[in-house]
């Protein structure tokens, strides 16, 4: 399944018969995607399905086994300036001797050696997107002193700094409270739509996006699918993608992943599936609380 979006024509990464390997473990072949200038385009799947290394491909930093892959017109190669990164999580050094304004000002002039001196038309930008991520009461405190969901607004606005034509984002939500989980959630979104931007982000749990996607492509077992939520998240093709009873579940809007029957005690997830029975298909299995993670 491969539908192209209806709405936008022109091509922002465009994958050709791709094929990634690490050893005996193949994350995925015969990847054939188009994803459109101005799409919200998210990636899902289980633990190491190969959701950021798909965006290391995109960023030039893993390279194809076989197959291509362009971005922006060219070939994937690293320090695309059309390209935005919001990296997994990682808790920044604590004596990094950055303040948090100096942080997002790197997404401007990062490439620059020396001290930063921005001008006054970078100091708005930086200034309306420390805003913008809820940052504005740290922008002077040390990067190092701040909590891991301070720090990640702080990536947010470093990766949309230079205006970039695709942002990737790598669990941009993962340890924001709700709030800023909403805010951020919502300023992508917009940054989406004014800008015309492309969008690709990796999640665990489609519900915090699921208003703003147009499709997904869902990795697993060295398998996907592409298409839209709608035609993904349903029972008979993660079924297939899984190649074990999988259950999709709507509820008040949200999409729930049950592995196996559905009336079996599970941990359940949109995205990330445990059952006791499926550690065979690479789906975990710690079978445990009847609790409903969406
Ligand atoms: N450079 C590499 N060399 C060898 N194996 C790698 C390399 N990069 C990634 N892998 C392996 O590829 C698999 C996919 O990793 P990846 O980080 O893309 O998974 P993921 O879907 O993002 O997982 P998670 O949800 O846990 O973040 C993992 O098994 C990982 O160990």
């Given at each position: 399944m491969n539908p192209q979006h209806p709405r936008i024509s022109q091509a922002s990464i465009a994958v050709h018969n791709g094929e990634l390997s690490f050893g005996s473990r193949k994350l995925w072949s015969e990847?054939?995607?188009?994803?459109?200038?101005?799409?919200?385009?998210?990636?899902?799947?289980?633990?190491?399905?190969?959701?950021?290394?798909?965006?290391?491909?995109?960023?030039?930093?893993?390279?194809?086994?076989?197959?291509?892959?362009?971005?922006?017109?060219?070939?994937?190669?690293?320090?695309?300036?059309?390209?935005?990164?919001?990296?997994?999580?990682?808790?920044?050094?604590?004596?990094?001797?950055?303040?948090?304004?100096?942080?997002?000002?790197?997404?401007?002039?990062?490439?620059?050696?020396?001290?930063?001196?921005?001008?006054?038309?970078?100091?708005?930008?930086?200034?309306?997107?420390?805003?913008?991520?809820g940052a504005t009461e740290y922008a002077k405190v040390p990067i190092g002193l701040l909590s891991g969901g301070e720090q990640q607004r702080l990536r947010i606005a470093q990766a949309l700094a230079n205006d970039p034509q695709i942002l990737l984002a790598d669990e941009a939500l993962l340890s924001l409270d709700l709030n800023h989980q909403y805010a951020v959630s919502d300023l992508i979104h917009r940054y989406?739509?004014?800008?015309?931007?492309?969008?690709?982000?990796?999640?665990?749990?489609?519900?915090?996006?699921?208003?703003?996607?147009?499709?997904?492509?869902y990795l697993a077992n060295g398998r996907f699918t592409v298409g839209t939520v709608e035609e993904v998240m349903r029972s008979e093709v993660l079924s297939d993608l899984y190649q074990t009873q999988v259950t999709v579940i709507r509820t008040n809007g949200r999409y729930v992943v049950v592995g196996g029957d559905a009336n079996a005690p599970l941990d359940i997830s949109a995205g990330d599936i445990t059952h006791p029975h499926c550690s065979d298909h690479g789906l975990g299995s710690t079978y445990a609380e009847r609790e409903i993670r969406a």
């Open positions: 990847l054939d995607l188009t994803i459109q200038q101005g799409e919200y385009f998210a990636v899902l799947g289980p633990n190491g399905s190969g959701k950021s290394t798909f965006l290391k491909v995109v960023l030039g930093l893993t390279q194809l086994n076989s197959g291509s892959i362009s971005v922006l017109g060219s070939p994937a190669k690293t320090g695309n300036p059309g390209v935005g990164y919001i990296p997994q999580q990682r808790p920044l050094p604590t004596n990094a001797p950055l303040r948090a304004r100096d942080f997002v000002g790197l997404g401007i002039d990062g490439h620059k050696w020396g001290i930063r001196v921005g001008n006054k038309k970078q100091n708005a930008v930086i200034d309306q997107l420390l805003e913008a991520v989406n739509k004014e800008k015309n931007a492309t969008v690709v982000f990796v999640t665990h749990e489609i519900n915090p996006i699921i208003d703003h996607v147009d499709r997904v492509l």
